[in-house]
């Protein structure tokens, strides 16, 4: 389990602001501002960093006269730890109730391929007792 810091809740601002940190690998405050879709002033951005790092998503490191932000888990970590909470959150902690819920969406597209991976990484995951 992550620690409760990690745990937090990000606001929409601090969702764009790891994407822009994810999508790079790392980033200083310069570059973030830069790379956001709308103006934010560079202490509000200087901010919200130091408050992703308070809470554990992000780590500093001083680099010459700046701090570059680099994310303190691997994505894939942090989406599997965002995914528990939606599915706790919006579904009771019911995977088959997320996943029924994805599947009834009108939006969903899956071809043929996708959904025999997923019946194989179902078969797969039922198997290791999952």
């Known amino acids: 389990m992550p620690p409760q810091n990690e745990s937090r809740d990000l606001s929409r601002r601090e969702r764009q602001i790891m994407d822009v940190v994810y999508a790079a690998g790392q980033a200083t405050a310069a570059e973030v501002v830069a790379a956001l ?17 308070e ?4 780590k500093q490191d001083l680099d010459g006269p700046r701090y570059v932000y680099r994310p ?5 970590k942090a989406a599997l730890g965002e995914l528990r909470r939606i599915v706790e959150t919006f579904f009771d902690g019911s995977v088959e109730q997320a996943i029924a819920g994805l599947l009834q969406s009108p939006d969903l597209e899956l071809n043929d391929d996708e959904f025999d991976r997923l019946g194989r990484m179902i078969e797969k995951a039922r198997k290791e007792g999952r």
């Open 55 to 58: 809470k554990g998503h992000l």
């Open 37 to 53: 879709p709308d103006d934010l002033s560079n202490s509000t951005v200087r901010t919200l960093l130091r408050i992703l790092v």
């Open 72 to 76: 303190t888990r691997p994505r894939a």
